[in-house]
RNA sequence: GGGCCAGUGGCGGAACUGGUAGACGCGCAGCACUCAAAAUGCUGUUCCUUCGGGAGUGUGAGUUCGAUUCUCACCUGGCCCACCA
């Protein structure tokens, strides 16, 4: 009598086993290739939920196969430690962030565990560590000395009741979360990195990767932004130094009738010094509104003459200078020059504030309406003194060339990228390692007092860092001056920690530097994974922090990340019922139920608890407010973790995004007892099931899907077509005649079979394995090979086509010419039909495929 | 506003380099086993049809002997970023 797949028992035994021989944890090995696969740690929110089961059983399917193909391969994990969730929860429970924090750690770690995954938890790290970040603040001090950090004014959101800055999320409706003030505009010194100092590196990388999708990659290039342009200088008379503007259309510059200045330029302080009371109330409301760029974007164009011309560089005229809220004084110089004529928002400003629209180009193709909107595209100057009659490019060139010469301007490349704002007035991160004098110099710490230890017993309140004013942490003795000095409170966006703890995974309890030479022997990493919102942000930050680490000596690779795979998101269905006044109710899956018809279409679906229809909704991102989430714990008790990880992985393609079914996720779970029932039959020396299929087909059929399998894997990184070819195999084997050669063929393929699940269900192959005898533990078993001379055929199936259309199949030799083959389709009975006499035409062959017929 | 991606049966998806559209799974229907049910195994399942065949991959055009695949325009949905000059 064979035992049954019990799911719980087959997981805790290959769990407990591969804890007692610490199966994944690895060294540093010459004499075999290293694989480093990574996926995107996680922040400890305190739960798993469905995305991250799917990135990390993403990454574990891939370590695992690559580990079977021979590599020493590298899986670590770690946490994402600091944030904002962990201040809002202790601001809601009082407790320190740290304690949230480590609980949910232990938690989550439990969680992944359950899931089979190869990790080495010897690697384990957590970002709020000391003995973490103190490296990353010591790589700051280095970007202190060589001039890639710099302090600069920002804008922030300020909240005048809790006296605290608020991150975008905290402002709801231009008010704070908590106090519900109005939130304020306002201006304070900050930290900023010179990443636009990299941009050309950070784009031009871009080309060394071809392991990564080109649809990121095509992000990334957009994100950066390269533009060339000319910076084009206007004298202003009330001013001594000239307006700077960027332009990447020079070739307008004669169309020019007037400027625009962000609110914040220093021009417009200078304008309001002359008392213009509605000028002073329009910047006023422009500063007092929230830094959130969308908000802004939602506001209608507005903008106040500031009462100052500038003179127009070539012809010498006046143009009146105007203050208007949608110039942003972060990109570029914070001026623009405005060409209502060929520039659609300037055109719309114009409108508005009756400014002249003078038209410079005469486009190359089209009608073009200037009362319809601005023409925006290129074409042949006119109305250009000098420069009419030629084209906008020529023009660039020789307006450019004009403006250098008389010193009024010069080309120059612009980045849509800008430098990187990374202080943060929050509490729970990484402390930035500076020091302020008492003359207000800024000492960065000395890398021989580093750690800047972050006290971990505070708790906040939502009025601001606790850090302000708690005097064990700020008073301290300058290192420089030996003089009383004040600690910088503010802590590192959290970007910085995500940005090279990759790399610090290489080097695991290493506490004299920041990495060693283990760094190179496993970087760069080979498989990246994780989602694909983070394809530009901390894709290009980590990118940057390499080439950083280079640059100070730590790494020899120019890129962190070989192959990037992104993953899609985990969606849902959703049901709801919507009242009068378009109120969504939301009902959770297991109140709902479905009424189809005999075909298996719905009809409609009812709620269990009152009878009466609800609507079945769209595919949502799982959320509790849409009562659509599915708890991976609950998914792994009920069908294993096995099924959850195969489900996962077969219901769509990894970049994909995937739509959750508890269906699904028993066809997965009945797929692995077929399985489990397969193994067990072999083991008994008997046939699964019933049927003539031969030995013969049954293993070329084998060998047929472990070379599709291992393409599928390797190449194209299809996992859930690799799945489908198993589920095929596995349907044919039920089919073979155990008698003679079956017995064996079976064996062979049960084996294989077993090999080729593994990464996915790591659990019952483990089982399995040792049920079929084998002795060397199936994690080290190497990956079956297809044995290519079972798989020439003599004869080949063809299809004929007449004029395209399919008409028949033929068998005909492998080997056959155009003629015999002609002969062959011709002979059919139903391609005679719709030959029907009718002249040949021509005759195409596609080899081993088909042949198509034209009359 | 910009960028990126995706639209294929009742559903998730397959078709890799332009060559048999719908693999595999779910759902549904039927059969076997059973006193019965569950489980399991097997069979069928794009739509229409006068049973010859016809139509069909978001819509409309184009290239081709041949288009889910390439080109153009449009429609719909999703994601990221956003007044980026």
Redesign the pocket.
């Known amino acids: 009598m064979s035992q049954s797949y019990d799911p719980a028992a087959v997981e805790s035994a290959a769990q407990s086993y591969w804890e007692e021989q610490a199966t994944f944890s690895v060294q540093e090995d010459d004499t075999r290739e290293k694989f480093y696969c990574l996926s995107m740690f996680p922040y400890p929110s305190g739960h798993l939920h469905m995305g991250h089961v799917r990135n990390y059983t993403l990454g574990d399917v891939i370590s695992r196969f690559k580990r079977k193909r021979g590599f020493n391969v590298l899986q670590p994990m770690g946490w994402d430690a600091f944030g904002l969730p962990a201040e809002n929860a202790a601001i809601q429970n009082k407790v320190p962030p740290a304690d949230w924090t480590y609980a949910n750690i232990d938690h989550m770690r439990q969680q992944l565990q359950g899931l089979g995954l190869a990790y080495d938890w010897q690697r384990e790290l957590a970002t709020c560590k000391p003995d973490y970040y103190r490296w990353e603040q010591w790589l700051f001090t280095q970007m202190v000395e060589r001039g890639l950090a710099y302090r600069k004014t920002a804008v922030v959101n300020w909240d005048p009741v809790d006296q605290t800055v608020l991150a975008n999320e905290q402002v709801v409706d231009g008010r704070g979360w908590r106090s519900g003030a109005l939130v304020e505009r306002r201006e304070i010194e900050q930290w900023f990195i010179r990443i636009t100092d990299y941009a050309d590196e950070l784009l031009d990388g871009l080309e060394q990767l071809p392991g990564w999708p080109?649809?990121v990659k095509?992000?990334q290039r957009?994100w950066i932004?390269r533009?060339v342009?000319v910076e084009v200088q206007f004298t202003v008379d009330a001013a001594e130094q000239p307006l700077t503007v960027?332009?990447?259309?020079p070739d307008t510059l004669m169309g020019v009738t007037y400027l625009a200045v962000a609110p914040e330029h220093p021009l417009v302080d200078q304008a309001m010094a002359q008392g213009d009371e509605a000028l002073r109330e329009f910047v006023q409301s422009c500063r007092s509104s929230t830094v959130s760029?969308?908000v802004?974007?939602a506001?209608e164009?507005a903008g106040h003459a500031l009462g100052i011309d500038a003179i127009h560089p070539i012809t010498g005229e006046r143009v009146p200078v105007w203050v208007a809220?949608?110039?942003?004084m972060?990109?570029?110089t914070?001026a623009?020059m405005s060409v209502p004529a060929h520039?659609q928002?300037d055109w719309e400003f114009a409108r508005a504030y009756g400014l002249p629209i003078k038209p410079v180009i005469d486009p190359a193709q089209g009608e073009a309406d200037l009362d319809a909107g601005a023409i925006t595209d290129k074409g042949t100057l006119i109305d250009s003194g000098p420069y009419t009659g030629l084209t906008s490019e020529a023009a660039f060139e020789r307006i450019a060339d004009a403006l250098e010469k008389d010193g009024k301007g010069r080309r120059r490349i612009n980045f849509?990228l800008r430098d990187w704002g990374v202080s943060r007035q929050r509490y729970w991160g990484c402390p930035i390692p500076v020091i302020r004098e008492a003359d207000g110099a800024l000492t960065p710490v000395p890398a021989e007092d580093l750690p800047v230890v972050l006290p971990e017993d505070l708790a906040p309140d939502g009025s601001g860092s606790p850090l302000k004013g708690h005097a064990p942490f700020t008073e301290v003795v300058s290192p420089k001056t030996g003089q009383p000095a004040q600690r910088e409170t503010d802590t590192f966006d959290t970007f910085f920690e995500s940005s090279w703890y990759y790399a610090r995974f290489c080097c695991p309890g290493l506490d004299t530097a920041m990495l060693d030479e283990r760094a190179n022997h496993w970087l760069p990493v080979d498989q990246y994974i994780g989602g694909?919102?983070h394809?530009?942000?901390h894709l290009i930050y980590s990118r940057f922090f390499h080439k950083v680490m280079r640059d100070v000596g730590l790494v020899d690779s120019d890129e962190p990340f070989k192959r990037y795979l992104p993953q899609g998101?985990v969606l849902a269905e959703c049901f709801y019922r919507e009242s009068a006044d378009g109120k969504k109710t939301y009902f959770a899956p297991d109140e709902v139920e479905i009424e189809?018809d005999?075909?298996?279409?719905?009809i409609r679906a009812v709620a269990t608890t009152d009878g009466a229809p609800v609507s079945v909704g769209a595919l949502e991102?799982m959320s509790k407010s849409k009562r659509n989430g599915v708890d991976p714990q609950s998914a792994i008790q009920q069908a294993g973790a096995d099924a959850v990880r195969l489900f996962m992985m077969f219901?769509?393609?990894p970049d994909?995004?995937?739509?959750w079914?508890d269906?699904?996720l028993?066809?997965a779970s009945?797929?692995l007892?077929?399985y489990w029932?397969l193994v067990q039959a072999v083991v008994e020396g008997q046939a699964p099931?019933?049927g003539q299929v031969a030995a013969d087909e049954a293993r070329r059929k084998l060998h047929e899907t472990i070379g599709?399998v291992t393409?599928d894997m390797d190449r194209?990184q299809?996992f859930?077509?690799a799945?489908?070819a198993m589920?095929?195999l596995t349907?044919l084997l039920?089919?073979v005649d155990a008698n003679g050669e079956g017995a064996a063929v079976l064996r062979e393929a049960a084996l294989a079979l077993t090999q080729m699940l593994n990464p996915f269900a790591p659990h019952i192959t483990h089982v399995c394995w040792q049920m079929l005898g084998e002795t060397t533990p199936i994690e080290d078993a190497t990956w079956p090979e297809a044995d290519e001379s079972l798989l020439v055929a003599d004869s080949v199936?063809l299809?004929v086509?007449v004029?395209?259309?399919?008409r028949a199949?033929i068998e005909a030799p492998a080997d056959a010419d155009e003629a015999q083959l002609q002969a062959i389709a011709l002979a059919d009975e139903?391609v005679a039909r719709f030959v029907d006499g009718k002249p040949l035409r021509?005759f195409?062959v596609?080899p081993g495929?088909?042949v198509?017929i034209?009359v």
């Open positions: 080109d649809a095509t992000m957009n932004g533009s342009g960027f332009t990447t259309r760029e969308a802004i974007e506001q164009k809220n949608f110039v942003l972060s990109y570029g914070g623009v520039d928002r849509r694909v919102e394809a530009t942000m998101m189809r005999d075909k298996g279409r719905v991102k219901a769509a393609p994909q995004t995937l739509v079914s269906a699904g028993e066809g009945r797929f007892g077929r029932r099931g019933q599709k393409d194209r299809s859930n077509t799945i489908a589920m095929e349907n039920y089919k199936t299809t086509q004029n395209g259309k399919m199949r139903n021509r195409i596609v495929k088909l198509n034209v």
